[in-house]
Every structure is written in C-alpha cells, then in structure tokens.
C-alpha cells in the first residue's frame, strides 16, 4: 500500500465514467457520419471506448480524428501577400507538446488548420491574420493544455467541442461582437480532455487601453 500512496499523480489514469464513454462515443459516431471512419473502424473504437477504464486509454481512440483536419496540399491555397508585399507565410496545423506555439501578426490561414496541445499551449492569433476562404475550420484540441483562439470584433464564430473534465467554448470578450452579413465564418471543433479550447474577441493589437471602454 504505501508503494501505491507514494506514486506520483498521474491525470491520466484517472477513472472514466459511462457519461465520458458516451461523449467518446458521439465523437466516433459523428467522425463515421463525416466520412472519417468506416464501419468496421467504427464498430472497433466504439468496442475500446466501453471497454476503457482510464482517460490514458480514452485519449488515443479519438487522437488521429481531433487534432487532425482535412489535408490541404500546400500549393492549394492562394498566396496573399502583406502590404509591403512580402507573401505571407501559412501553417497547415499549430502543435505544442508540453510547450508553447504561438501563430501572430500576419499570417495565412487556411481553409482547415489543426490545433493540439498536450499539456502545452497553442495560441491562435487571427486578428491580423490573411483568411483564405470566408468560411474557415479549426479542429482545436487539448489534452491537460490550453488552446486560445483569438479572433476580431467582426468575426462569426461557431463552436462545437466536446469538453470532458475540461473547458471548451466562448472566453470572455474584451470587445463586443460587430457581425454582419458578409463577416467571415470561424467553425472550431474538437476535444478538451482535462484542458481548456476557448475563443475569444479582442480589439486590434496597438489599440489604446483608453478606447477600449469598459465592455
């Protein structure tokens, strides 16, 4: 017994319950409806989701579905240039393994970018950043780590994450949402796992702390 008291903690082995199963579930069943999975793939994570005991042994089922979007060849996105004409330099995913990934200024966006943390942090900045569709999707997950999507006043944001002992939606705005009918669409999806993803509105970086009023 006092072997087993003095081992270090270990978040991972924790228990899971049948209402963690069930998330992991749903995330299968919607994975196999998107055209991610077969049947048969299906029918064998599910098998191993009823079957785990630990979140250690939740983590890998849905792995290769959360962080991972569809793949964009390179050249398949346009390249858009900053003002001073110099291309902008785009990123197909955001990783951060017990450490820190940060995306600011002016980069390019594509129509899918991943983002996973594993007891790290990712920090999306798309303030500045160059979309390259007017509909973008980000799989955002976090295992034991944080993902932080920063996004403009003008910027619709969809959220539909799966948080299991973790936090996964709309962070509080430091400006209020100017969405229109021609604004730019954000759909962020993925797994908090003992983590936090969180979108957030921010006003434009250099913006003066005494225009920001008190919203």
């Given at each position: 017994m006092g072997e087993i008291e003095n081992r270090p903690h270990d978040p991972s082995q924790m228990r899971v319950s049948d209402a963690d199963r069930q998330r992991v579930a749903d995330v299968l069943r919607d994975a196999a409806g998107d055209g991610r999975l077969d049947l048969d793939e299906l029918e064998e994570r599910l098998e191993l989701t009823w079957q785990a005991k630990t979140y250690g042994e939740l983590?890998?089922?849905?792995?290769d579905l959360q962080a991972t979007g569809p793949v964009t060849p390179?050249?398949?996105?346009?390249?858009?240039?900053?003002p001073a004409g110099v291309p902008a330099v785009g990123h197909n995913s955001s990783t951060a393994i017990m450490g820190d990934c940060k995306r600011r200024g002016v980069w390019q966006v594509p129509e899918h970018h991943s983002a996973f943390s594993l007891m790290g942090s990712v920090t999306l900045d798309l303030r500045e950043a160059i979309l390259t569709s007017h509909d973008t999707q980000?799989?955002?997950?976090?295992?034991?780590?944080d993902v932080q999507i920063i996004v403009p006043a003008h910027m619709h944001v969809v959220i539909d994450g799966t948080p299991i002992m973790g936090d996964y939606g709309q962070g509080k705005d430091k400006v209020p949402a100017e969405v229109g009918p021609d604004s730019p669409t954000l759909r962020v999806r993925g797994l908090a796992l003992m983590g936090s993803v969180q979108v957030r509105r921010l006003p434009a970086p250099g913006t003066p702390k005494k225009y920001l009023g008190t919203y």
């Open positions: 983590v890998p089922i849905t792995l390179p050249a398949a996105a346009p390249v858009r240039r900053t980000i799989n955002a997950s976090a295992i034991m780590g």
